[in-house]
């Protein structure tokens, strides 16, 4: 078989980073609190940690050693571990659902990009009738949306062929400890404001009388979309991983940096909130109209640090998304570059083409298309919801199966123990969660929605 010369990443530092850029993004910081929300608040939350911990860990090493053992695109990984068998499917799953994200991902991260521009200008709204119409106006709205879509989709594509190594790994490494940073100083500014322990209270004190069989699967939903898992975007990126990786180290660590960064987002975004009285469940809009009261009202005596935290926080935040969309590109880019035997750059524009056509009508469906509906929802809610509930779940299930029945366990072995170096009883635990664990509770999620059990 044919082997590319691939790129890798430098250093270990890199490796985790650009990893972890991949998992921290808008699913941390948008999608999140509004799922958070919309699902009754703190037991959600405790849900979403279990889950994060129980499944998505494993998930992620399962993917992690399919990746890098195959050392090849997420379709060809599966190919050639699967021969002709129906696993096969897995790795085209991957690519498919990559895509359908990248384009509604785009059209959020493309609001983003307006609220930076206009955070820039000054002309950020503070007062809170008027933040919550001017999402209403903007979004509803045809050509600045769509341009905005198309251009954060034509930006991830100018990183992606730039090469994996100078594109990812620089923007991550800088990325990330500054939007900790940030996250820190509007926790504080939020909880300051006037009424804000009740959002707190919301977010902290859970009431399990709200748990009803969707929340389960919104946030199993929830816990494969912010870890990337599922899309076989880990199995691509884990393709560029070196040999001394500690794979399950990696995937923990990942895992808890974006859990404590979702939370940090909730504990921004609950207590403004409820300060300034947006509904919690105000759905996708959540972020949009409530942190701009922040910078308003917490920073109403010093409008001009308020004036450079908003500036920073998008700007951090259209960076986060960044780092999101071009491992969901990657995917798309390595599969058509390898598959179809095109230069990489020609791989990249059949992702962007795609890419943007379903962004187009996702952002067309807050506006002019909002009225077409798919099962009661609007083209984004419904490919957000398809792919979170759906397909994420799906290839995370599948994955785990093919890494914990069907792979040779010699494989797993060498890969889990980095080729046995590394204690085995992570091997033993990580076999029996995706053998049983994984398989189990996703199953019984899937029938508990259908009522049959
Ligand atoms: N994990 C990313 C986020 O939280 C979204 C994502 C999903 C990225 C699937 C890649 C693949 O924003």
Redesign the pocket.
């Known amino acids: 078989m044919q082997h590319h010369q691939r790129a890798n990443f430098g250093s270990r530092l890199g490796i985790v980073l650009a990893t972890a850029g991949?998992?921290?993004?808008?699913?941390?910081?948008?999608?999140f609190p509004y799922m958070t929300g919309q699902n009754g608040g703190a037991a959600f939350i405790l849900l979403y940690i279990l889950f994060v911990f129980l499944l998505g860990i494993p998930g992620m090493v399962a993917e992690f050693v399919v990746g890098r053992s195959a050392q090849s695109n997420a379709a060809r990984a599966y190919n050639r571990m699967a021969g002709r068998t129906p696993w096969r499917v897995i790795g085209y799953l991957g690519v498919f659902?990559?895509m359908i994200?990248l384009g509604f991902?785009a059209v959020v991260a493309g609001w983003c990009m307006q609220y930076l521009t206009v955070a820039l200008t000054g002309g950020l709204e503070t007062d809170a009738t008027q933040v919550a119409n001017y999402f209403k106006d903007y979004s509803s709205g045809t050509w600045v949306p769509i341009l905005w879509t198309i251009g954060f989709i034509v930006i991830t594509h100018l990183v992606v062929v730039r090469g994996v190594r100078n594109g990812i790994e620089k923007a991550s490494k800088l990325l990330m400890p500054l939007l900790l940073l940030l996250l820190v100083l509007l926790i504080v500014a939020s909880c300051m404001l006037p009424g804000a322990m009740r959002g707190v209270e919301f977010f902290l004190k859970p009431d399990f009388s709200q748990l009803t069989p969707n929340v389960l699967l919104e946030a199993l939903g929830q816990a494969f979309?912010?870890?990337?898992?599922?899309?076989a975007?880990l199995c691509t990126y884990a393709s560029y991983f070196g040999r001394n990786t500690n794979l399950t180290n990696s995937a923990f660590q990942i895992a808890m940096l974006?859990t404590i960064v979702a939370v940090m987002a909730g504990l921004m975004i609950f207590p403004a909130a409820f300060s300034v009285g947006v509904n919690p469940d105000s759905g996708p809009s959540l972020i949009f109209i409530t942190l701009p009261n922040v910078f308003g009202a917490a920073f109403s005596s010093a409008p001009a640090v308020g004036y450079i935290v908003s500036v920073l926080f998008y700007f951090l935040l259209a960076l986060?998304?960044l780092t999101?969309?071009i491992?969901?590109h990657e995917?798309g880019t390595a599969f058509f570059h390898e598959e179809l035997k095109v230069s990489r750059g020609k791989g990249a524009i059949i992702v962007t083409v795609i890419c943007c056509i379903i962004g187009i009508f996702c952002s067309l469906s807050n506006g002019s298309l909002s009225d077409v509906k798919l099962l009661g929802m609007n083209l984004l809610d419904f490919c957000d919801s398809l792919?979170a509930q759906v397909l994420?779940p799906l290839g995370a299930l599948l994955t785990c199966l093919f890494v914990g029945w069907y792979i040779p366990k010699q494989v797993v072995k060498d890969q889990v123990t980095n080729w046995g170096t590394l204690p085995s009883w992570r091997l033993k635990v990580f076999l029996f969660a995706v053998r049983f664990i994984c398989p189990l509770c996703i199953i019984s999620i899937f029938l508990h929605q259908f009522g049959i059990i």
């Open positions: 991949s998992a921290v993004g808008l699913g941390n910081i948008w999608r659902t990559s994200i991902y979309f912010s870890l990337s898992l599922g899309t975007c974006d986060a998304a999101s969309t491992s969901m995917i792919t994420l």
